[in-house]
Each structure stands twice: as C-alpha cells, then as structure tokens.
C-alpha cells in the first residue's frame, strides 16, 4: 500500500506541473489588465478631515507655519552643488574613520575594515523652510527644517578570520529641526568666530543594514530597538540646551581684546630735571598711556618753575593684554606758546608687574625709545619716581575659578597690605557700556545723522555719526572706572543729529534714556532695549556690564557656612558690617546704663 501511493505522488507531480504552467500561460496571455484610474484632483477645502491629517506631515513648514520662511534658492544651490559636496563629505568621512578603524584592527579577530563604496547618492538634502530669531546677543540665529531621503552606496567590508563581511547602508532617512546659532559676530572674515548646533527635537532616522545580503532590520523587534537606541543617544549629546560646538577662527584670530584688569599708577615726584627754560627753570608734567590703545593719554598737573616736582596723584589705566603692552611715561615741559619740549621719557612694559603686586620704580629718564640712539646721549635728564599695581578683574563666578587665579590668591595672601588698599581695590572695577544700535529715530529737521552720548559721572563719550539713516549701528564700547559700586546711580544715553551744512542749531536731540544701575550691581551685566524718551517710535540697544576686581577670598568657606543661600556681595557685606558694628555699640551704651543707674543710687541711699 506505501509503495502504490509514492508511485501516484509522483505521477500527479509530474503531471501537474505541466497542466499548471500551461494554465497559467493563457490566463497571463487572454486576461484584460484592469488599468486603476487616479482620483480626479480636488481643492484642499473639498477633501475630508483624515485625509488632510494623512497629508499634514508632508506639507512643508513655510505652508503651515508663517514664521518660517521658504528657501528655493538655497534647495536650488545645494542640488547643483550636491555633486562636489558629496565627495568632500566623504573625504571627511574616511579620513575621520581610519582611527577609528585603527583602534579595532587586531581585536575581536578583526584583521581589517575598510571602505568598499561610500557615496551619499544623487539626492540631496532639502530645507522646507527656515525661522530666524532676533536676540540681543551678537549673533545669528535660525532654525531650519531638513529632511533627507537619500539612497546613499555605503559598503564596508570586514576581514574577520579571512572572511570578508560586507556591511551595507541603504535606504537612509533623516528628519530633523536643526538651530544654529553663528556667534560671536565679529569684523574678521567670515564674521563669526563658531557654528553651535542643537537638535530642538528628537531626530527621525530610518535605514536599512544588510549584513552578507540579509536585511537585518526584517528582524522582528530589532527595528524598533535600534531606532529608539539611536535618538536616545542623539538626543542625549545634541537635543537643546547640548549643543555642538564648531570653530571656524582661530581663537587668536577670533578673539577681540576686552579688558582683562586695571593698572593702578601713582606718580611720586621727579628730580633733577632739565632746565628749559629762560630763567633756568622748567613747568614739568607727566604724560602716560599704554601702547595699543587709541584713548586719550592721562595727565598730571602743571608744576610751575620746578625742576623736583612732587606730583603724588593716582591714575587708572584699563589693561587688555598685559604680556605685550607697555606703559609709556613722557615728562614734558609745558610753555604757552609753541610746542611743549619733551624733557625725557621712560617706558616699562607690564610683563615686569605680577598681578596683585605693588611695585615702586626709580627710573633714569631717556631722550627717546631708540636705544641705539641713547646710547651716544651720556646728557642726564633726571629720574623719575612711581608705584604700579596691576589688578586683573575677577570672575564673577566664584565656581570658575582656575588654577592661576588660586596662584594669586596665595601669593596675595602671603603679602602684607593696608587695610585701606585692601578695600579700595575690593570697590574698584570697570563699567562697559556698549552702544549697538537704535531704530526709528527721526527730529523734527531734515537731517537725520544720529550719533550717541553716554554721560556717566561727568564723564562724556560720544560714538561716530552715521550720515543719513534712521536704524544706525553703532557697535561701539565705552569704559568707565569706577571706585564704588554705582548704587542708586543712572547713566544717561542721548541719540543726537547733527547737520552737515552750515546751519544755526545745528544739533538736535532725537532722543534719550536713563538707566538705572542697579541691575547692574546685582546681576554684574544687562542687556536690553529701551524706547527713547521725547521721541515717538525711537528704540536704543545698550549692554552694559561690570567688571570688578579681584580680592582677596580668604575665609570664603566660613561665609558660605553662614550664608547658605549664596554668600552676599562685597558690597552687602559692607553694609553688614556696619549694622553690626552700630548694634554693638547701642548694646554697649545700653548695658553701661543698666548697669551704673542702680548702683549710683543705693550709693546716695
């Protein structure tokens, strides 16, 4: 019986095949194709409400949203370019992954990997739409919706034990909300120093991965794994606030020079000057800047008839870059007619001060700079006496501070200074008040070329003028020293035209605002827009912010142990001081008080 059935399967087998095949031949060759029609095209308005939701996610964000703005051009360079960028895209790639592959060759079995194709495709990447943003920093920011359906050839084969494994990349998407933020601006080509980039939203990334022809994402629950792995540690290095960082300058190139400190400078007296003179004597003074800079130099007084002058006044100079500048000290004799004869000069350049040092110097005055030239002039042109402190300013927070800075605060500790030294330097720091720009300043006159004044103190600065603008820029800083903090202060900012002709009153007053320092010594920086006072639609942009000097941090820790919350500010712990000094001694006065009475009057009893 077993054998009779194995005879009849393989009969119908042999006979079925044949029938089948011929079967189905006629049916391929006679049967009518039933062509499906599309749908006639319709509005947007006439289509239903899941339909519309079907097509949401492909219509782009320039569409959906108004704030983001469409970029054909920039889809249409990129589709040119695409060719070019794609081979040095990866150049990149290899070069960056050879050590990588390095690292592996020799472990795991692995003998080598490398590239067998790698090619992003022929389709580019496209922008669906970009938002910029406005911000009071100095920077360019905006957001761009990329999306990317690619066809890249990526292959990479691994020799494991003489086996080659070939690895292929196909079919990758990637979707994603990108900020960028170009910062700082500054005037050095290409404008800005570095590129930040985040990721505003978890990323969607698609690929597929065969492995010796296989797809392995067709693995049940592997799909799904690795799609969450890989936006969980994207999300985790580049979602908003991390960021990636990309240099493009140099940071020498980049950087520009802000101040770093203030050099205190004492000038004492002078002795034995020369006589220039008719009546053999000289009106001496002392001219002193730092090289570098482009501020008016400081002066001392006039010392009339007086060839050992005793001068004893302090000035402050602000410091950018204490390894390069010098200070230049020049004594000149001061005549009303004519130009002023320099009597002698001296230079020292500040590399010679360690910060937080007070450094008295006796200096030979020379004829000029040229020391080839002072070699031959043996004439003696008197000496000059002064201090030099220079102090840098201190971080504003006390958690950023390095290892030099811990240096100075030892070497600072180990010196013995004044009580009223220690104060005065606590107090003093630097005021910088950038002027950015304004908008829609107009007068009542014709011109309209805005400049601005900042008065501080009795102090004026004004920034250049711009000629025939109602927005100008400005983008100028101004530096104010300061010996106290400026409590309870304002500083004032006037917008100013002024006509280029000939004209009567020439200068009219476009607008001008007060601002309160207060923030300022709070919160050490603002940074804001404020609407112009007499002025109907005028805007000024101003920053302002404090730099104080260092001072000496000894027994910060028992301050933090009182004050959990934050340790006060020096200026607070002033104030105090003060109250507790004013406590004790009615604590005093009152217990003498208590005290004596009674005992004065059983004394009488």
């Known amino acids: 019986m077993g054998f009779f059935t194995s005879v009849l399967g393989i009969i119908g087998f042999v006979i079925g095949i044949p029938i089948g095949l011929i079967l189905g031949f006629f049916v391929l060759v006679y049967s009518q194709p039933t062509h499906q029609e599309y749908p006639p095209a319709r509005p947007l308005v006439e289509t239903s409400i899941s339909v519309l939701l079907d097509l949401l996610p492909e219509i782009p964000l320039w569409m959906k949203n108004p704030d983001y703005e469409r970029v054909d051009w920039f889809n249409k360079f990129i589709s040119y370019m695409w060719p070019y960028l794609d ?19 020799g472990t795991f079995c692995i003998e080598s990997i490398e590239f067998e194709n790698l090619s992003l495709g022929p389709l580019p990447p496209t922008v669906h739409g970009v938002k910029f943003y406005e911000t009071n920093e100095k920077e360019l920011l905006f957001e761009p919706s990329i999306k990317w359906a690619g066809n890249p050839n990526i292959v990479l084969v691994l020799k494991v034990l003489s086996l080659r494994i070939r690895v292929q990349l196909v079919d990758l998407q990637f979707f994603a909300i990108v900020r960028v933020a170009l910062k ?48 969980r540690q994207v999300s985790s290095m580049y979602h908003w606030p991390q960021v990636l960082e990309i240099p493009i300058l140099d940071a020498s190139t980049a950087s520009v020079k802000k101040p770093v400190g203030l050099l205190h400078v004492n000038i004492i007296r002078a002795r034995n000057l020369l006589k220039k003179d ?26 009339k008839r007086n060839l050992n002058p005793e001068w004893n006044e302090h000035f402050k100079l602000i410091v950018k870059d204490p390894n390069s500048q010098v200070l230049q000290l020049e004594v000149f004799d001061w ?3 004519g130009g002023h004869d320099r009597l002698g000069m001296q230079m020292i350049p500040l590399q010679k001060i360690n910060p937080g040092e007070k450094k008295a110097f006796n200096l030979d ?50 010196e013995e200074k004044s009580s009223e030294d220690d104060d005065f330097l606590s107090q003093a720091g630097l005021l910088s008040v950038a002027v950015q720009s304004a908008k829609d300043v107009e007068g009542k006159k014709k011109h309209s070329n805005p400049y601005a ?13 711009l000629r025939k603008t109602r927005d100008p820029r400005w983008n100028e800083e101004f530096q104010f020293t300061v010996e106290e903090p400026p409590v309870k202060e304002s500083i004032r900012v006037e917008v100013m035209s002024k006509g280029t002709g000939f004209h009567f009153r020439s200068k009219e007053e476009l607008g001008h605002v007060d601002i309160n320092l207060d923030d300022v010594v709070d919160n050490g920086r603002i940074n804001q827009k404020y609407h112009l006072i007499n002025s109907r639609n ?3 942009h101003i920053e302002i912010h404090r730099k104080k000097q260092k001072r000496d941090l000894r027994g910060l820790e028992i301050l933090e142990i009182f004050f959990p919350f934050g340790v006060p ?18 604590l005093q006065k009152f217990t003498a008080s208590v005290m004596h009475k009674p005992h004065r009057g059983r004394f009488r009893k």
């Not at 150049?91 to 592959?101: H, L, M």
């Not at 004044?453 to 003028?465: A, I, P, Q, W």
């Not at 104030?575 to 009615?586: E, N, Q, R, S, Y």
């Open 87 to 105: 081979n040095a895209v990866c150049g990149i790639i290899r070069n960056s992954a050879q050590p990588i592959f390095a690292d592996y060759i």
């Open 184 to 231: 700082p601006l500054l005037p050095t080509f290409p404008c800005f120093g570095m590129v930040v980039v985040s990721l505003m939203e978890k990323p969607h990334v698609d690929f597929g991965l065969k492995v010796l022809g296989g797809d392995l994402m067709s693995i049940p629950g592997l799909y799904r794994y690795v799609q969450e792995t890989i936006k």
């Open 278 to 303: 008719l009546l053999g004597t000289s009106d001496p003074y002392v001219k002193l800047s730092l090289t570098g800079e482009k501020l008016p130099a400081k002066k001392t007084t006039i010392k």
């Open 335 to 337: 005549d009303k007619v």
């Open 365 to 414: 005055l020379i004829k000029n700079s040229n020391v080839v030239m002072d070699s031959g002039d043996k004439k003696k042109r008197g000496r000059l006496e002064l201090d030099l402190r220079y102090v840098p300013f201190r971080e504003e927070s006390l958690k950023s501070r390095n290892k030099s800075q811990d240096e100075y605060q030892r070497k600072e500790s180990r």
């Open 453 to 465: 004044v900042v008065l501080f103190r009795g102090e004026k600065k004004k920034t250049k003028m």
């Open 538 to 540: 005028g805007i000024i």
């Open 569 to 586: 500010s020096w200026y607070d712990l002033r104030k105090i001081t003060a109250a507790a000094i004013d406590m004790g001694l009615l």
